[in-house]
């Protein structure tokens, strides 16, 4: 995948003391075939490399630094700005309902986002109505009025009266029902087909003009590889689009379809969507999504999902923490007790740095690996766990045998935490920021 691939392309770069010409060719060749064998469009990795390339040049002439940071500084920040860089809010109706209209292919994960949009907003205070305008599929109102309910916001379904079988009436009739009772949001839920269909597209495009929509949002499945291209040029093309919901993030595309759709339509994705829960939902972040690309794990997205569920002065403490380099073993300890609360422990991993290449693995993941963890950290003394660089052959032995482990998984957790806080380390002290986090691996 493209975060293992550019991680290997980087490793050629470490150790080095600078970058000559040929290690820059040869990087922006590897970095292109790990952009293509993650079914990124042409055009976006022509554009992408060759940026990459007058960076890399321009870095390599200055002979600053370590090659394979700046390298990844890089990329970073190229993938950063394809990615669109800050999200934008929603284009909110200066008057009436908000009018948000979805569309996409069957299964992208339209009705679902439905849902987590009417949970979202109604979080916000917002009065939402969900319109049922899919009448392609026989449970689709039914699945509809399920989300609703869920997220506890109204559903608008076909009855006698307001347009059975006429998608387009159903959509022009719920939008009226929404002005005249004063609801602030209406997002109409589309029917689609497996694939590109001009009947579909027709419906899409008569829905529109019925409902004359603030925002049309294209929920694009990010598992969908090369397709990802062809469907949204269609979708823009057929019905047009002013943002992109990009569903599915939580399988194991990493930013394929982020890219190409961001390149080649210019559309801001605006949302993602992690999971069929209703909760699975968060705002797009092109600077998270480069990091995970990249493989550096997203600690901003696990500290943001753990404030959801922990207390907001732990969480800044570890946020500043991270920041400044003094996160130790003992708060890593604390906050994997408190974030276990959170359930899916398969996703947190997925946001932890250097977890990229343990996906595998991941998938038969066994909750008794974090017991494994908390075992071994609790082995340890105070100490110890506040400065790894005491541990030795002894100190690891004892550890192992209080934890019920082997030598072998203690060097291994040790090893781990330490490439990862290292990394941070010195993308800090690079310039990176707070949201920069060094290579995998
Ligand atoms: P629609 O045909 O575009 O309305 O797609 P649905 O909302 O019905 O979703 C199709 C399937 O994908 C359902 O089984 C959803 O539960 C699932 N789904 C939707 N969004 C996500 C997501 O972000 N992650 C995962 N894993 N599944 C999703
Ligand atoms: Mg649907």
Not at 140 to 169: C, F, I, K
Not at 347 to 373: H, N
Request: net charge neutral; aromatic share 4%; glycine share 10%.
């Amino acid at each position: 995948n493209l975060s293992d691939r550019l991680t290997a392309s980087f490793s050629s770069l470490r150790g080095k003391g600078r970058l000559s010409e040929a290690d820059v060719n040869e990087t922006v060749s590897e970095i292109r075939r790990a952009l293509l064998e993650a079914d990124v469009a042409l055009p976006v990795v022509r554009s992408f490399t060759a940026a990459v390339r007058q960076k890399a040049t321009d870095a390599a002439r200055s002979q600053a630094l370590n090659p394979a940071q700046q390298v990844v500084k890089i990329v970073n920040e190229e993938l950063v700005e394809v990615l669109g860089g800050q999200s934008r809010e929603i284009h909110w109706a200066p008057t009436g309902p908000t009018i948000i209209m979805l569309a996409g292919l069957q299964g992208a994960g339209k009705t679902t986002l439905a849902g987590k949009l009417g949970r979202w907003l109604r979080d916000q205070g917002k009065r939402v109505l969900l319109v049922a305008s899919d009448l392609q599929r026989p449970n689709a109102v039914t699945q509809l009025s399920v989300v609703a309910q869920r997220a506890g916001v109204h559903v608008w379904a076909p009855e006698p009266g307001n347009g059975v079988g006429d998608p387009v009436a159903v959509a022009r009739s719920g939008v009226q029902r929404a002005r005249e009772q004063g609801y602030d949001v209406v997002v109409v839920d589309t029917a689609g087909r497996l694939g590109v269909d001009a009947e579909m597209m027709d419906q899409a495009v008569r829905i529109r003009d019925a409902v004359d929509p603030h925002e049309i949002l294209f929920v694009l499945d990010a598992m969908v590889g090369q397709d990802a291209v062809n469907t949204s040029v269609a979708f823009r093309d057929g019905v047009g689009f002013t943002g992109v919901v990009l569903s599915k993030l939580d399988g194991d595309a990493r930013g394929g379809a982020a890219l190409s759709v961001r390149g080649v339509t210019g559309a801001p994705v605006l949302f993602s969507s992690t999971g069929e829960g209703l909760g699975d939902f968060e705002r797009f972040h092109a600077d998270r999504m480069a990091s995970r690309i990249l493989d550096m794990g997203d600690l901003l997205t696990l500290i943001e999902q753990a404030e959801r569920t922990l207390d907001q002065k732990e969480a800044e403490d570890a946020a500043a923490k991270l920041a400044s380099g003094t996160f130790t073993l003992e708060d890593f300890l604390s906050q994997l007790r408190q974030i276990r609360r959170m359930g899916s422990m398969k996703k947190l991993l997925g946001m932890m740095p250097g977890m990229g290449q343990m996906r595998e693995a991941l998938e038969s993941f066994d909750e008794r690996e974090v017991d494994r963890i908390e075992a071994i950290v609790c082995s340890m003394t105070p100490a110890e766990r506040r400065d790894l660089s005491i541990l030795n052959g002894s100190r690891r032995s004892r550890i192992a045998k209080g934890s019920g482990t082997t030598v072998q998984a203690v060097n291994e957790l040790v090893d781990r935490f330490e490439a990862a806080k290292r990394m941070m380390e010195s993308m800090a002290a690079s310039g990176g920021g707070a949201g920069a986090l060094g290579p995998g691996g």
